[in-house]
């Protein structure tokens, strides 16, 4: 089970750093994901890590103001979102792949039930 925290409406240039949470099982060996879902929109990659975070890509969208962490002691994966814009309004998945960094949601095995971020202008 993966489990968002972290959520919450801010203003345009803020921060906010969202958890994933991990049980029920280990998740150390996966590739760990964060994608968004905006109203209207199809789900989309965000950023993801190896299982020992020495691989992490990012959208374009987020390069330099997003940074994708890991702590497989806590079984927590974490997002540090910095210089937040109303465009990165959405809810906010996290999600596990067993066989390693994938970009698509369909090769993702494990899903949270997202935590909703909200920037205001």
């Known amino acids: 089970q993966l489990v968002e925290s972290g959520g919450g409406l801010v203003q345009a240039g803020d921060s906010l750093r969202l958890s994933c949470a991990a049980s029920?099982?280990?998740?150390?060996?996966?590739?760990m994901g964060w994608f968004r879902q905006a109203p209207g929109n199809e789900r989309e990659f965000v950023a993801a890590?190896?299982?020992?975070?020495?691989?992490?890509p990012y959208a374009d969208s987020v390069k330099g103001r997003f940074t994708i962490s890991r702590d497989n002691a806590k079984n927590t994966v974490y997002l540090q979102m910095n210089s937040l814009k109303p465009s990165d309004a959405a809810m906010y998945y996290c999600?596990?792949?067993?066989?390693?960094?994938?970009?698509?949601?369909?090769?993702?095995?494990?899903w949270g039930q997202g935590t909703q971020v909200t920037v205001s202008s």
């Open positions: 029920g099982r280990t998740f150390s060996s996966y590739a």
């Open positions: 890590i190896s299982w020992n975070g020495g691989h992490t």
């Open positions: 999600a596990a792949a067993q066989l390693g960094v994938r970009l698509g949601a369909n090769e993702y095995d494990y």
